[in-house]
């Protein structure tokens, strides 16, 4: 299962577009990226997914280069509401198991 | 569509004492199932999985247990907490396996263990 890094925390601010980029070096043909927020004392929410170039949904757009190395979660226009972690994984396999660092705090002050 | 439920919220038990967290999912056929603990500030770490009924796979030591009696209900299980059991246990379902088929989360339990 590949490893993901993340950046520990970061702040923003109400309006603002907040980029996120994970580094995942070892990461499978077959894998795709996964995205999670989690709001304290609730389960992982699933964001969005992709396995190469662009996705974008109605919450995000997901950037993923040729190279697959790295991927970044980019949200637009936050609100305060979207403080959160938001987890980076890669990969489930066969199994389905994931893999869940630490993941990103992401703090947005008004 | 799909839900999942997890009970109770919140628990609070002395040490020794026995466990069980029920989850369910609705609105599906033989999901994947899975437990979780999340202890504060720190990342989930997978405990258990099941891929169908009475198949369980565990991922770490520990003192827990995890049945799945029927298709669409896991079981978290202890017959002695220890202190270390206390956290957020969560449970998850997936369509199928695959990289491609993500979690879906339920609430969560608060475990505390005195």
């Known amino acids: 299962l590949a490893k993901t890094t993340q950046p520990i925390s970061m702040d923003s601010y109400e309006g603002q577009e907040v980029n996120i980029t994970c580094s995942h070096n070892?990461?499978?043909?077959?894998?795709?990226i996964t995205w999670y927020q989690q709001f304290p004392s609730q389960g992982p929410r699933f964001i969005i997914q992709?396995?190469?170039t662009k996705v974008t949904n109605e919450v995000a757009s997901l950037f993923i280069p040729a190279d697959r190395k790295s991927s970044t979660l980019s949200l637009p226009r936050v609100s305060l509401s979207d403080t959160a972690v938001y987890y980076c994984?890669?990969?489930?396999?066969?199994?389905?198991?994931?893999?869940f660092g630490q993941g990103t705090t992401l703090q947005v002050k008004p | 569509s799909q839900t999942i439920h997890q009970w109770p919220a919140t628990l609070v038990q002395p040490v020794g004492s026995p466990l069980s967290l029920e989850c369910t999912v609705e609105?599906?056929?033989?999901?994947?199932l899975y437990w979780y603990r999340q202890a504060a500030g720190r990342g989930l770490q997978l405990l258990f999985y099941?891929?169908?009924?009475?198949?369980i796979s565990s991922e770490v030591p520990q003192n827990l247990s995890a049945s799945r009696p029927q298709d669409r209900q896991f079981i978290l299980s202890s017959k002695k907490l220890l202190l270390s059991d206390s956290g957020f246990y969560l449970c998850?379902?997936?369509?199928?396996?695959?990289?491609?088929?993500?979690?879906?989360f339920g609430d969560g339990t608060r475990l505390s263990i005195l």
């Open positions: 998850a379902w997936s369509p199928t396996t695959g990289s491609n088929q993500p979690q879906h």
């Open positions: 070892n990461i499978a043909t077959n894998d795709y």
């Open positions: 992709g396995y190469k």
């Open positions: 994984l890669v990969g489930a396999g066969n199994t389905g198991k994931l893999i």
């Open positions: 609105g599906t056929s033989n999901p994947n």
């Open positions: 099941s891929v169908g009924i009475g198949q």
